[in-house]
């Protein structure tokens, strides 16, 4: 199958000379179609970078980026690519649906089809009112709602969305991302930079981890789930046997409320000797929680090291 994006060996140098900045350093990864990909690393790691170089707003110094397998300097890439870039200004004297019907053209709809798609969309985006009131008037939340139903605005295959939760609510946030596994749901593939790991973390496939312009990682969500589960967890099950309890507290930290224990482990090793001990007594466990390190942690850990082997 075609990736939905390829970005090969690809570098970019901002400058010359002196003042020569290194934005990225030969990265490498493939986006499937379908997927929900999130492409993470803190400000200034070179995200917004290899999406200009993706959507041919900039060179590559090396290397090459694709969409569906056509060379980004090639417009025809583009004919399927709905953006939302990071920064953007609309022209405020526009409604929000006036602009998105200019949008909206390019696409390959009927008219009237095409009116119907945009007042769905501005719906589900709880923008049916904002809708005839000027873009000028709008906060930020709602700009970025509107440009996002821009980018949707022509039913593109592919959706490269920079940072498209920044400036949101929570409630916003919440639907947005009802947006995108509704949009998934719909065979599209959804490429998001972010550089908060929360943002994405429960609605993307996988992440790529970029930091000073290099590729850290390329990861599916549930494995680095996965790995944060080993690393601790609570647990709670029910029975209160005082030898069992012992026991536990030999290796982790109890808490006891009526029949229900609750486990406190450190790390796997802990986590396992107290799991067999609690089934080898018989004990009914009730849920087993990890904590202690969350995806952002990981994520900051990832990061982190690789700034310690730079020192
Ligand atoms: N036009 C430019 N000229 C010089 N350096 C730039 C330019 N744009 C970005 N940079 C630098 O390149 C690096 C990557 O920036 P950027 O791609 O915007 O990162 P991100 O989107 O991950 O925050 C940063 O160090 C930034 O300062
Ligand atoms: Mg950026």
Not at 22 to 51: D, H, M, Y
Not at 248 to 261: G, K, L, M, P, W
């Amino acid at each position: 199958m075609t990736a939905a994006i390829t970005f090969d060996n690809l570098s970019k140098v901002y400058g010359r000379g002196r003042n020569a900045k290194s934005a990225l350093k030969g990265i490498s990864f493939e986006v499937q179609p379908g997927e929900i990909f999130g492409f993470l690393g803190p400000n200034g790691a070179g995200k917004t970078t290899a999406i200009h170089v993706l959507l041919d707003f900039l060179f590559p110094t090396a290397g090459r980026a694709l969409i569906f397998g056509i060379d980004s300097s090639d417009p025809q890439a583009r004919r399927n690519v709905g953006f939302l870039p990071e920064v953007f200004a609309f022209d405020g004297f526009l409604t929000g649906r006036r602009f998105l019907k200019l949008f909206d053209r390019f696409g390959d709809k009927r008219r009237i089809e095409r009116a119907g798609l945009i007042a769905e969309l501005l719906q589900f985006l709880d923008m049916s009112d904002a809708a005839d009131i000027r873009i000028k008037r709008y906060s930020k939340g709602m700009t970025q709602k509107i440009g996002l139903a821009q980018a949707l605005a022509g039913d593109p295959k592919l959706l490269v969305l920079d940072e498209p939760t920044s400036g949101m609510d929570p409630v916003a946030k919440a639907k947005i991302k009802q947006l995108f596994l509704k949009l998934k749901s719909e065979g599209k593939t959804i490429f998001l930079s972010s550089h908060i790991l929360a943002d994405i973390e429960d609605i993307a496939d996988r992440v790529a981890i970029i930091h000073h312009g290099e590729l850290l990682a390329v990861d599916r969500i549930s494995e680095l789930q996965a790995g944060r589960a080993s690393e601790g967890c609570t647990i709670v099950f029910s029975g209160d046997s005082p030898q069992l309890i012992n026991e536990i507290n030999t290796r982790a930290e109890t808490e006891q409320d009526d029949s229900r224990v609750t486990v406190t482990c450190r790390d796997r090793a802990s986590k396992e000797f107290v799991l067999q001990k609690i089934m080898a007594s018989g004990g009914d466990i009730i849920k087993v929680t990890p904590v202690g390190s969350s995806l952002t942690s990981h994520f900051l850990k990832i990061v982190s090291q690789e700034k310690l082997a730079d020192d």
